[in-house]
């Protein structure tokens, strides 16, 4: 079942209750929220107090990808806000799984994202305790980048992994996703898809989310 994740990143931050409203009706599954602090990434976006306020428009999902350092300082702030997922990354995290226990010590899923250029045997030791793998296909930091190829190959080499050892853990990818691109991520095994300006810059949300559903399942 292929799960569908607007990147709000994209979205009209003087208006982001109404853009969640959006994408909502639109049938999304989750609303992936990325987290920025301005130093493990070069751009800073919103916080806590950003998602707490934008909690009350939706009841889907929230996905919040923390692309922030040492994110262990803040699991429980960001729980308290509304996550239902919480993503960090590998290369942000000193003890990565006393962190992966914390979010799930608070009855959270979580998963690991990896940079472009890290290796899937940064997952070597801890893949079986994550929900979710989110594989960036993008440097991350900014929306609208060009999607980098070589993911195709890392999702699928992390689907290997998963069907070996024979358990279940979702594979997420972001960055660059387009309706021109989508099915090959799908093929190549991911089964939740970010997508931030291609939903956003549409003209029309509704059956952009659509048509994505579309083509991933068909
Ligand atoms: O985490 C990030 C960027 O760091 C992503 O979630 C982007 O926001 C996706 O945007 P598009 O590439 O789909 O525009």
């Given at each position: 079942m292929i799960k569908i994740a607007p990147s709000i990143l994209a979205a009209d931050f003087a208006n982001?209750?109404?853009?969640?409203?959006?994408?909502?009706?639109?049938g999304c599954d989750y609303v992936h929220i990325d987290v920025m602090d301005g130093s493990f990434v070069p751009n800073i976006s919103f916080g806590v107090p950003i998602i707490k306020s934008i909690r009350e428009y939706t009841d889907k999902v929230f996905d919040v990808h923390l692309m922030i350092d040492e994110p262990s300082r803040y699991i429980k702030d960001f729980k308290e806000a509304g996550a239902d997922i919480i993503t960090v990354h590998a290369e942000a995290c000193k003890h990565l799984h006393s962190t992966i226990s914390l979010i799930k010590s608070y009855g959270l899923k979580a998963a690991v994202s990896l940079n472009p250029a890290t290796s899937i045997s940064a997952l070597e030791y801890i893949i079986d305790e994550l929900d979710m793998v989110l594989v960036m296909s993008v440097n991350p930091g900014f929306g609208g980048q060009k999607f980098i190829e070589s993911s195709l190959h890392k999702i699928s080499a992390i689907k290997d992994v998963i069907?070996?050892?024979?358990?279940?853990c979702d594979i997420q990818v972001d960055g660059g996703?387009?309706?021109?691109?989508?099915?090959?991520?799908?093929?190549a095994g991911a089964n939740v898809i970010v997508a931030g300006s291609a939903i956003y810059n549409s003209e029309d949300i509704n059956s952009t989310i659509?048509?994505?559903r579309e083509v991933c399942e068909n």
């Open positions: 982001l209750g109404h853009d969640i409203k959006r994408i909502d009706e639109a069907c070996g050892r024979g358990f279940k996703i387009s309706l021109d691109n989508v099915k090959q991520v799908v093929n659509k048509a994505f």
